[in-house]
């Protein structure tokens, strides 16, 4: 499309040319260039409200005349779109809160907190996609104001920092919002704060917490992933307080009933006739898209803050990158979403209107597919709707839906497990040998303290799971033994709701689970130990594919680099990634995918991945992380000297030094104490690996760590034949390679 043709096809474009032509021209003029910021974007001092309306409206109107205009002739693309509109509001806001807070405070004075005395800032929260800086070209703005304490201001005309705040809020939704001569800059949609419209215009930091705590429901979560503040220096504390409400601290499966219900909301809404030719709230819409994906870092983000995103295109490349959306269903979802928000832009071009509604009549369509880049308006349609069928597929399989039949004899058996003729001939026909004793076993449970203090979801849930897990293990080689297996695990994460929510609403967990425990008890011991590790079985994809040590690596880093500062967390996040790599080489060795020599190779790479970052971890926290790499060396002796480690093996161990300062053997002492500790404790995230120092020189009666000197001293002049013996297979681990 040309210019002359892009300006037919806007009204809004002729609009302006008809109203203010100079404007109009120096537009035209400039059409060549990205709009600069923020140098395009200054404006004069105000001389009173009335004037900064008028500017910020003028603004507006550059901004989009020439965003539109370089749109619709091709010159820009759909992010340069996005983020002239969202810098539009994020200036725009910034401006008008500074200079009413301003003009506000000549009359009643600096706002000041009752609990700090310092000075106090209205903070503009940019929600949705303002928030996740993705605008549209006729957008409304959301918005939540918030100021961290309640107090009074200073000054001639004392007010409660409540009502400053207050008025300040209302003045910045006039200024934004209201229609004026020259038009609006944005509309404004408050209802996303504390209580909606029903509530107060702005909230205390300690308000803000209390109702999130008290009242926030999972639509809740849903909006404020994507907030994001403007406005005021406090940011970072109110993202503090914000993200434990979002991001719940491991994998979230408990929102999934509530996530479930916004679904089912969303899909009955999208499928009414009014709204079929919505592309953003009809079926295959924007919407649906955005959903997806906020909802997936909903579930997944507490436990991996690389989710943690704001942004749908952003959080598509980061679910695809961590293995939560195949490749495949994420380069759908991501050319729909570009074309459906071109479209989007497209229909709001033509009036300024914030639509979404496809036209009806024909040279509409005509005009609108011309502008989307196509001949007709058959050839739009189809791709169109290729796109919006690929979206609602992808919609639809979100949330599978959870099997809620069972097996009504295996259910009357774990509702009333009571031994009679018709329960013990059942189980017998489905191959479990001792029926007598599965019974007791099932009566103990329900009886069991554990269970009967589960709360009235979590009952539920565990017992929509027994009759379920009983099927499963029928169709196992050893009905009996599995189902035991089973239910031990079962009983374990009971008292964690998110785990039995995940078993609840992944129904194809459960035969892989089965098969699982079916092939190895020393397999199912090691999941009941450590449940977190349920989660792998979510994707058999990535379960089942050999692992690449350098992605091992690159994995391991990122997870640590998202708890910096937390060296209680790093740890705990070390322990969990090495419980999920050992567990991954588990399924695979069970399924038959690997040689008993490369799964030594892996599990003996792995334990020197581990080493090694523990050996990074432990120097940074008694150096600091800048400190320079010591002069330390990780020696392996044993199966892990020869890559020769089992499941169960320990790791034989010697720490060696080469430093000539006479600080240096009580420094990297406490270093090689501080690792054994990280590697050999029992906490709640479970252990790394029992270690073995006896090999060290002098044994267990010998020091924890030798010098490269004394090392060499002691294997030439005292070292036993079956030392000697042992170096056969030691080898550098990790640490300082010149070592």
Request: glycine share 6%; proline share 4%; charged share 25%.
């Amino acid at each position: 499309m040309d210019l002359r043709e892009a300006i037919e096809f806007s009204g809004y474009a002729g609009r302006i040319r008809a109203a203010k032509p100079e404007l109009f021209a120096s537009v035209v003029e400039s059409i060549d260039t990205a709009f600069a910021w923020p140098a395009d974007a200054a404006l004069a001092e105000p001389r009173n409200a009335a004037d900064l309306a008028s500017q910020l409206r003028e603004l507006r109107q550059r901004i989009m005349l020439r965003t539109l205009l370089r749109d619709l002739t091709c010159r820009a693309n759909l992010a340069e779109v996005l983020e002239n509109m969202t810098r539009l509001a994020d200036a725009a806001l910034r401006c008008v809160v500074a200079w009413h807070h301003r003009w506000l405070v000549e009359t009643h004075g600096e706002p000041v907190g009752t609990d700090t005395g310092t000075g106090q800032e209205l903070m503009v929260v940019g929600m949705g996609k303002l928030g996740g800086r993705e605008l549209n070209v006729s957008s409304d703005v959301d918005l939540v104001f918030v100021f961290p304490e309640d107090g009074a201001t200073v000054g001639p005309k004392n007010i409660s920092n409540q009502e400053f705040f207050d008025r300040l809020g209302r003045r910045i939704i006039a200024a934004i919002g209201d229609t004026t001569p020259d038009g609006f800059v944005f509309r404004v949609d408050m209802r996303l704060r504390p209580y909606g419209d029903a509530g107060p215009l702005c909230s205390s930091f300690s308000a803000l917490e209390q109702y999130l705590i008290a009242q926030g429901r999972t639509w809740e979560r849903y909006a404020w992933l994507k907030a994001r503040s403007l406005t005021g220096s406090r940011g970072d504390d109110l993202g503090g307080l914000v993200a434990p409400f979002v991001f719940r601290k491991y994998l979230d499966y408990d929102a999934y009933a509530g996530l479930r219900d916004v679904h089912r909301q969303i899909r009955e809404q999208g499928r009414r006739r009014d709204y079929a030719r919505n592309i953003k709230l009809g079926p295959g819409g924007i919407r649906e898209i955005e959903f997806i994906v906020q909802a997936l870092q909903m579930v997944r983000g507490g436990r991996e803050p690389a989710l943690r995103v704001r942004g749908t295109l952003p959080a598509l490349e980061a679910l695809c990158e961590r293995g939560s959306l195949p490749a495949a269903a994420v380069s759908e979802l991501r050319v729909a979403y570009e074309f459906l928000r071109k479209v989007e832009h497209r229909m709001q071009y033509r009036d300024d209107a914030q639509t979404h509604q496809l036209p009806e009549d024909a040279a509409s369509r005509q005009a609108l597919a011309r502008a989307s880049g196509f001949v007709d308006t058959a050839s739009f349609e189809a791709v169109l709707a290729d796109h919006r069928a690929a979206v609602e597929r992808h919609f639809d399989a979100l949330f599978g839906e959870a099997s809620s039949e069972g097996d009504l004899e295996f259910e009357s058996i774990w509702l009333d497990p009571t031994l009679d003729d018709a329960h013990y001939e059942s189980l017998r026909a489905a191959g479990f040998t001792d029926p007598t004793g599965l019974i007791a076993m099932l009566a103990r449970v329900r009886q069991g303290s554990r269970y009967l203090q589960l709360p009235i979801a979590s009952r539920q849930r565990y017992d929509a799971l027994v009759p379920q897990l009983m099927r499963e293990a029928a169709g196992t080689r050893e009905p009996q033994a599995v189902f035991a297996r089973l239910l031990a695990l079962l009983e374990t994460v009971s008292g964690r709701s998110v785990y039995l929510a995940l078993l609840v609403e992944h129904p194809p967990v459960l035969p892989r689970l089965a098969h699982l425990m079916a092939a190895s008890a020393w397999a199912a011991d090691y999941l009941t130990r450590h449940p977190i590790l349920l989660d792998e079985l979510l994707d058999s994809r990535a379960l089942l594919s050999e692992p690449s040590w350098d992605e091992w690596r690159r994995e391991l880093d990122a997870q640590l680099a998202a708890q910096a500062g937390d060296a209680e967390r790093q740890i705990d996040a070390l322990r969990h990634f090495q419980h999920a790599q050992t567990f991954r080489l588990l399924v695979q060795d069970l399924e038959g995918r690997l040689s008993i020599e490369r799964l030594a190779d892996h599990l003996s790479a792995l334990a020197d991945i581990v080493l090694a970052a523990t050996l990074r971890l432990c120097w940074s926290q008694m150096q600091g992380p800048a400190a320079a790499p010591p002069p330390f060396a990780i020696i392996g002796y044993g199966k892990l000297g020869g890559k020769e480690l089992g499941y169960a093996s320990d790791l034989d161990l010697v720490f060696l030094f080469e430093d000539n300062d006479d600080t240096a053997p009580a420094r990297y002492a406490r270093l090689a104490q501080r690792i054994n500790t990280a590697l050999s404790s029992m906490t709640a995230a479970g252990r790394l690996y029992d270690t073995d120092l006896r090999l060290r020189p002098d044994g267990a009666s010998g020091l924890i760590v030798s010098s490269l000197d004394a090392f060499r001293k002691y294997q030439r002049e005292h070292a036993w034949t079956w030392e000697h013996q042992a170096l056969t297979r030691a080898r550098f681990v990790a640490g300082d390679t010149r070592m």
